[in-house]
């Protein structure tokens, strides 16, 4: 795999735009999901992203993998963003935005797989900040509509990835296997081995078999990144 263009670390929304900025966490759930997609995806040839924020996970995806890839996303100044990010892309050609609710979403076929990085925090208390809460909690999209998005854009058989807090995962694991999907792969992260687990990404299909634990710590004893973590990371960003 090719370096991207973007250098992950400093790439921040302009926040003229939106109040969301790219993080570890979203980094690690794209390339986690890309070389699930280089290992599994053979006949992946459509991509769904729902509320592609800045379009982080659209291009980690399109970098390694040649799906064409749909990404929506409901905040307006957040779509502009990841049009300008995908026209300055050398995949510009596969990536489409479109700005509205997925549940209104439109299409002639479903898709072969489907990423989410969706509003977290659906139980917490909010902010106050609207933009903040947009992107923090599920204001817009809670766990059941967005299963009940997938299933209305998932070919049957096929598989979508997850991004949630720890906390939060089993109880988006029960909804989902309750709608039929099931946990294939599971990746654990904590920030350190002196924290808990903080994250989650998980890859569910209709498919019903063992899941596949990994861990994963982002940082060492030292603060400094874990072996692990530059292995998975190291082909999107330029400086690790």
């Given at each position: 795999?090719?370096?991207?263009?973007?250098?992950?670390?400093?790439?921040?929304?302009?926040?003229?735009?939106?109040?969301?900025?790219?993080?570890?966490?979203?980094?690690?759930?794209?390339?986690?999901?890309?070389?699930?997609?280089?290992?599994?995806?053979?006949?992946?040839?459509?991509?769904?992203d729902?509320?592609?924020?800045?379009?982080?996970?659209?291009?980690?995806l399109?970098q390694?993998?040649?799906?064409?890839?749909?990404?929506v996303?409901?905040?307006?100044?957040?779509?502009?963003?990841?049009?300008?990010?995908?026209?300055?892309?050398?995949?510009?050609?596969?990536?489409?935005?479109?700005e509205?609710?997925?549940?209104?979403?439109?299409?002639?076929e479903?898709?072969?797989?489907?990423?989410?990085?969706?509003?977290?925090?659906?139980?917490?208390?909010?902010?106050?900040?609207?933009?903040?809460?947009?992107?923090?909690?599920?204001?817009?999209?809670?766990?059941?509509?967005?299963?009940?998005?997938?299933?209305?854009?998932?070919?049957?058989?096929?598989?979508?990835?997850?991004?949630?807090?720890?906390?939060?995962?089993?109880?988006?694991?029960?909804?989902?296997?309750?709608?039929?999907?099931?946990?294939?792969?599971?990746?654990?992260?904590?920030?350190?081995?002196?924290?808990?687990?903080?994250?989650?990404?998980?890859?569910?299909?209709?498919?019903a078999?063992e899941?596949?634990?990994?861990?994963?710590?982002?940082?060492?004893?030292?603060?400094?990144?874990?072996?692990?973590?530059?292995?998975?990371?190291?082909?999107?960003?330029?400086?690790?």
């Amino acid at each position: 795999m090719a370096n991207t263009y973007f250098q992950f670390k400093q790439f921040t929304v302009n926040q003229e735009h939106c109040a969301m900025k790219v993080c570890t966490d979203a980094c690690i759930q794209g390339a986690f999901t890309a070389q699930y997609l280089v290992d599994h995806g053979f006949a992946v040839k459509r991509i769904l992203d729902i509320g592609t924020g800045t379009g982080l996970l659209s291009l980690m995806l399109a970098q390694v993998h040649p799906a064409a890839i749909t990404a929506v996303e409901l905040d307006s100044g957040a779509a502009l963003q990841a049009r300008e990010n995908f026209a300055a892309s050398p995949w510009r050609e596969r990536l489409e935005v479109k700005e509205g609710d997925v549940r209104q979403l439109a299409v002639s076929e479903k898709f072969d797989f489907i990423i989410s990085n969706p509003p977290f925090y659906e139980s917490a208390l909010k902010s106050g900040h609207l933009q903040k809460d947009k992107a923090m909690h599920a204001t817009s999209l809670g766990y059941s509509e967005l299963i009940a998005a997938v299933a209305a854009n998932l070919k049957p058989g096929a598989s979508f990835s997850i991004l949630l807090p720890h906390v939060e995962f089993q109880a988006f694991r029960t909804l989902a296997e309750a709608k039929g999907y099931h946990l294939n792969q599971l990746l654990q992260i904590k920030q350190s081995g002196k924290h808990g687990y903080f994250r989650a990404v998980g890859i569910f299909s209709a498919a019903a078999r063992e899941t596949v634990i990994t861990d994963m710590d982002i940082r060492d004893m030292e603060n400094q990144y874990t072996p692990a973590f530059v292995s998975l990371l190291k082909a999107y960003y330029l400086k690790l």
